[in-house]
């Protein structure tokens, strides 16, 4: 089946330091890939996708490009700030898009001043 | 203007006990799911609908039944609740299109506590 893999946390990083959040997968297909970030006590917002390989996802100066032929995903951003510390998930969409999401199980980012 | 909302954020009950979790969603979207997440953050899908029917449903338990009683409310019923129930549980819907996913939206959650 479906599988998402993320590097395990907590990341902790000095703020205006480099991000890199590694994901890789596994799909039958051609799935469309997510970031989601979930601030501490809060739900999951849609932070970047990208639905075709090389295709580029952004937002808030995180970027990650959809990779064919490694299957990853990987997560950047170029200078963190301590407002990014939260939960970051990788997920992928299965077929046809009424499976749901599959979750990686998400990297804790600490930012500290 | 919340576009996922749930209720309660908070439930508190003892093992043995039937409760629900309700979920509402303003977007017009037509597929709705429920997700739980545990104590290590771990999110995996239990239920999908789509236009009132049931498309997944992930090995958990039949004590968990999701009813729709419209397009836009999809509630989560769990009856004798475990301790292993205790999570976070999460609703979320998006509007399938071409057989494409486009972006879920997801509710604030409701945290189970099985005592």
């Known amino acids: 089946g479906d599988s998402v893999t993320q590097m395990e946390g907590p990341v902790t990083l000095s703020e205006e330091a480099f991000l890199t959040i590694n994901c890789t997968y596994t799909?039958?297909?051609?799935?469309?890939l997510f970031w989601y970030v979930q601030y501490p006590g809060e739900g999951l917002q849609l932070l970047l996708k990208?639905?075709?390989?090389?295709d580029k996802g952004s937002n808030k100066g995180f970027e990650a490009t959809y990779r064919k032929e490694t299957t990853s995903f990987h997560l950047e951003k170029g200078s963190v700030q301590v407002s990014d510390s939260a939960v970051y998930f990788c997920a992928l969409s299965g077929r046809g898009g009424a499976d749901g999401l599959t979750f990686g199980k998400g990297t804790h980012l600490i930012i500290q001043p | 203007d919340t576009a996922v909302s749930q209720t309660p954020k908070y439930l508190v009950t003892q093992m043995g006990n039937d409760k629900s979790i309700k979920c509402e969603q303003n977007?017009?979207?037509?597929?709705m799911y429920w997700y739980k997440q545990d104590s290590k953050k771990f999110l995996k899908i239990m239920f999908s609908?789509?236009?009132?029917?049931?498309?997944i449903n992930e090995t958990v338990p039949n004590r968990f039944s999701p009813k729709s009683p419209d397009k836009a409310h999809l509630n989560l019923h769990i009856n004798s609740l475990e301790l292993g129930d205790s999570a976070v549980y999460f609703c979320a819907s998006s509007q399938l299109s071409s057989g494409a996913l486009d972006t879920q939206y997801f509710g604030p959650g409701t945290r189970l506590t099985v005592l």
């Open positions: 977007l017009g979207h037509d597929t």
């Open positions: 609908y789509n236009n009132k029917e049931l498309i």
């Open positions: 990208a639905t075709k390989a090389d």
């Open positions: 799909a039958t297909g051609y799935p469309s």
